[in-house]
C-alpha cells in the first residue's frame, strides 16, 4: 500500500490526504509525537476552560486523549480531508458532545476573529513547509496571519515539529517579528516505537500586541531534561541550539546500536548559564572482551588533570580504557568556571545522561561504575583571570597532580586544553619556631595559598630537551673534576636576552612564576620578527645559543608552534646572522600538517648545514637543533661526555635546575636529518 506523496506539493492537497485516510483506515496514525510525551508540556499551556482549535487534525487520538483525561474538552477539530472528517466524527460519536470536527482550510477560516485560546498544529506545518519555494512561503504566510488572526491576544499557539531548520527559523521569525513571545520545548521521547530517531519539539508561540517601534525579541529555549527556560538572544542562536539536540539524540542513537570507531567528543553545558560544564569523550575498546560487568564505565578527571597524555589525547584515552578494562569508557573533564560538590554529586548528576551513551545491549537497569584517579575529582584554584589584548583572555591555576605535588598553570582561555605555561610549587615551610602540623590536626583548605615557585624543576618534556640541547655547544670539553667546565655547560655565568611581544606576560610570569629580571637576565618587550632584525643589521654574530618557544595565534594554520612567519628563509637567514659560527638554533616546532612540516624542515637544512631532531614521547613537539656550521658536527661519544658532564653538573646541591633537564636518553633520542 502506497501512502507516500508522489511530490512534496501533495501534502498540502485534500486529494492526496483523502486517498491517504481511505487506505489507512481507523487506525489512528500519529506522525510524531505521541499524548503521553507530548502531556507535560500540554499541561502547562491549555487550561481546563480554554477553548481550543486543532489544525489539521487528521485521524490522531491527540484531542480524544487531551478530552478524556480533562485537560480540556471546548476542542474544535479541522482538517481539509473530507475522509478523515467522516472518519473521526463517526469515531467520536456522542462520546464527547463538547467536541467538533469541521471541514476547513487551516489558510482560509471561517470563525471570527480572537475567537479562541490556543491553537495546537501537530505536524501540519511540518507538512506544509515542505521547501522555500515562494508560493510555498506564500502559503505559510497565510497560515500564519490566520491563525494570528483567530487567536486571543494572550493566547498561544503550539506546534508540534520535528524542527526542520528552514521550518524553526521560518515560524520564529515570523512570530517574534508579530511582538510574540517565543518558546521551544524538547519532548522527552519522540513518537510511536521510537521510529524518529530526531527529537520531537513544541514551539510555544504566546500573542501580544505589537509595539510600535523595535521591541526586543523574547525568545527561549527549555530543553526536555528541565522546567526553567533559557534565553537566547537570537534567532540563529536559538535554531543553533535546537540543532546541538537534534546531532546528541542521532549521536545517542548511533553509539546504542554500534560501536564507534572514532572517539565521539561532546559538551554538556550548564543549565543556567549554558555555558560548558562537562566534556565527555566516548572511547570503545575493541581488544576488551565485554562481560556484564565490564560493558560501561565513566571516568571522572581530576580537576587540572585534562591536559596530560594520558585524558588529553585520543591515544592517551584509548590506553586509559585498555588498561581499566572496559569496552566502552566515557571520560569526562570538569570545566574550571563550574563548581562542583565532589563526586557524589557528579554521579547525581550525569548518571541519567551518560546512559544515553550505553553501548548495544547493555541491560536498562545496569549499575555503571563511576572511576578515578584516588577516588577524587582533584583540585582546581584559580589565582589570577584577565584579558591580554594579544592573547586574549586568560587564567592562572594551581592544580593538584600525581601524589602531593601542586602546580601552577598558566592556560589562554581561546585553547584552553594547552599549557601554556606550568610550574611545581614547593610545599609551604613552617616559619622558625612555627611547630610542624600534626597529622590529626584539620588539613589545609584547597583554597589555601601553596608554597613558591620550585626553580628546581621543569614540567615541560619538550623544555627539557631544549635545555639538552645545549650539550651541541662548541668549547673546551669539561673533564672530571673541572668546575670552570661544568660551569660554562651550567651557563652560570650566562646573560639571558628574553624578549616577549606581550606585556602582560611579563607581569603575570613576575607575579605568579617567581620570575624576576637581573644583571645577567633582561626582558625586550617587542615582536620577535623586529628584534631579531634590528639585531641582524646592528650587532651579528654574537649569540651563543638562540630558543625558539613562539606561540601561534593562528589556529587555522596547521603548525600551532611557531608562527610561520618565524621559520620563513629571510628570517631564518637574520638568526644565523646574529649566532656565533659555533652555535646553536634550538627550535621548538609543534605541527601536524605532514606538507608544511617537510616545508619547514626543507628551509631549515638550506639554511642551517647541521640539524638534529629530538621528537618528544606522547607528543606532536619536535625540538630542532641548528648549527651554522658543519664542522660543528659531533660523534656519539663526544655528546655521551657532554651530557653526561651537565647531568652530572644540574646534580649538585644548590644548582638552581636538577638533572630532570638532561635526558638520559638524548644520544638514543637525537638524530640527524
Excluded at 616559619?431 to 584547597?446: A, E, F, H, V
Excluded at 606522547?618 to 647531568?647: H, K, T
Aim: proline content about 7%.
Amino acid at each position: 500500500m502506497e501512502l507516500l506523496p508522489r511530490s512534496p506539493a501533495e501534502f498540502g492537497a485534500a486529494p492526496y490526504w483523502d486517498r491517504f485516510f481511505r487506505q489507512r483506515g481507523q487506525r489512528a496514525f500519529e506522525w510524531y509525537g505521541a499524548f503521553p510525551e507530548l502531556c507535560p508540556v500540554l499541561h502547562k499551556y491549555v487550561r481546563p476552560r480554554d477553548k481550543v482549535l486543532v489544525v489539521g487534525c487528521g485521524n490522531s487520538e491527540l484531542s480524544e486523549q487531551m478530552y478524556d483525561v480533562g485537560m480540556c474538552e471546548d476542542i474544535v477539530n479541522i482538517d481539509i480531508s473530507d475522509a478523515v472528517i467522516r472518519q473521526m466524527r463517526e469515531r467520536s460519536g456522542s462520546r464527547r458532545p463538547k467536541m467538533s470536527y469541521l471541514l476547513m482550510d487551516v489558510l482560509q477560516m471561517d470563525f471570527p476573529d480572537a475567537h479562541f485560546q490556543v491553537v495546537l498544529d501537530k505536524g501540519t506545518l511540518d507538512a506544509l513547509l515542505t521547501d522555500e519555494e515562494e508560493a510555498t512561503l506564500a502559503k505559510v504566510d497565510q497560515m500564519f496571519a490566520e491563525i494570528s488572526r483567530v487567536l486571543q491576544v494572550g493566547g498561544r499557539y503550539l506546534c508540534v515539529s520535528l524542527a526542520q531548520a528552514h521550518v524553526l527559523t521560518k515560524a520564529v521569525q515570523y512570530f517574534s517579528q508579530e511582538g510574540w513571545v517565543v518558546r521551544v520545548h524538547q519532548v522527552a521521547g519522540s513518537g510511536d516505537n521510537q521510529q524518529f530517531v530526531l527529537p520531537v519539539f513544541v514551539y510555544v508561540m504566546t500573542k501580544f500586541r505589537k509595539i510600535p517601534g523595535s521591541a526586543p525579541q523574547i525568545l527561549e529555549i527549555c530543553p526536555e531534561e528541565q522546567d526553567k527556560p533559557m534565553r537566547v538572544e537570537s534567532v540563529e542562536r536559538l535554531v543553533a541550539a535546537v540543532k546541538d539536540r537534534q546531532h546528541y539524540a542521532l549521536l545517542c542513537s548511533q553509539l546504542s546500536k554500534t560501536p564507534c570507531r572514532e572517539q565521539v567528543s561532546l559538551d554538556l553545558c550548564d543549565k543556567e548559564s549554558g555555558k560548558p560544564r562537562y566534556t565527555l569523550h566516548v572511547v570503545d575498546s575493541p581488544s576488551v572482551k565485554p562481560s556484564r560487568e565490564n560493558r560501561f564505565a565513566i571516568f571522572i578527571i581530576p580537576q587540572g588533570r585534562e591536559t596530560e597524555w594520558l585524558f588529553g589525547t585520543e591515544e592517551g584515552r584509548r590506553q586509559l580504557a585498555t588498561s581499566a578494562g572496559f569496552g566502552r569508557l566515557v571520560t569526562v573533564a570538569l570545566h574550571r568556571e563550574q563548581h562542583y560538590e565532589g563526586m557524589a554529586g557528579i554521579q547525581a548528576e550525569l548518571s541519567g545522561k551518560v546512559m544515553e551513551l550505553a553501548p548495544p545491549g547493555l541491560p536498562a537497569r545496569q549499575q555503571v561504575p563511576f572511576l578515578s584517579v584516588g577516588g577524587d575529582i582533584g583540585v582546581r584554584t584559580v589565582r589570577h583571570r584577565d584579558t591580554s589584548p594579544l592573547s586574549g583572555e586568560y587564567v592562572v591555576e594551581d592544580v593538584k597532580g600525581d601524589g602531593t605535588c601542586y602546580f601552577r598553570r598558566l592556560i589562554f582561555l581561546r585553547n584552553r586544553n594547552v599549557v601554556q605555561s606550568e610550574a611545581r610549587l614547593l610545599a609551604p615551610t613552617p616559619l622558625p619556631g612555627q611547630k610542624k602540623r600534626r597529622k590529626d590536626k584539620k588539613k589545609p583548605s584547597p583554597a589555601e595559598p601553596p608554597g613558591a615557585i620550585d626553580k628546581s624543576y621543569l614540567c615541560c618534556e619538550h623544555h627539557k630537551a631544549m635545555v639538552a640541547g645545549l650539550c651541541l655547544l662548541g668549547g673546551p670539553d669539561p673533564l672530571p673534576g673541572d668546575k670552570a667546565g661544568s660551569e660554562r655547560l651550567c651557563w652560570g655565568q650566562a646573560r639571558v636576552a628574553v624578549v616577549e611581544i606581550d606585556p602582560s606576560m611579563l607581569e603575570v610570569a613576575t607575579r605568579w612564576f617567581g620570575f624576576s629580571q637581573g644583571d645577567r637576565m633582561q626582558v625586550h618587550i617587542s615582536d620577535g620578527l623586529d628584534y631579531v632584525a634590528k639585531l641582524a643589521a646592528e650587532a651579528p654574530a654574537q649569540y651563543d645559543a638562540i630558543m625558539f618557544d613562539v606561540d601561534s595565534k593562528d589556529l587555522t594554520v596547521g603548525m600551532s608552534c611557531p608562527p610561520p612567519a618565524f621559520v620563513e628563509k629571510p628570517f631564518l637567514q637574520k638568526v644565523k646572522t646574529i649566532l656565533k659560527p659555533e652555535g646553536i638554533f634550538v627550535l621548538n616546532l609543534v605541527c601536524r600538517d605532514a606538507r608544511l612540516k617537510e616545508s619547514v624542515l626543507a628551509t631549515l637544512r638550506d639554511v642551517f648545514p647541521l640539524l638534529y631532531t629530538r621528537r618528544i614521547e606522547g607528543e606532536v613537539n619536535e625540538i630542532l637543533f641548528c648549527q651554522p656550521s658543519p664542522e660543528g658536527r659531533r660523534d656519539p661519544a663526544e655528546l655521551g661526555a657532554r651530557a653526561r658532564a651537565l647531568e652530572g653538573a644540574l646534580r649538585e646541591p644548590g644548582r638552581p635546575w636538577d638533572s630532570s633537564y638532561v635526558l638520559a636518553d638524548m644520544l638514543q633520542a637525537v638524530r640527524i636529518l
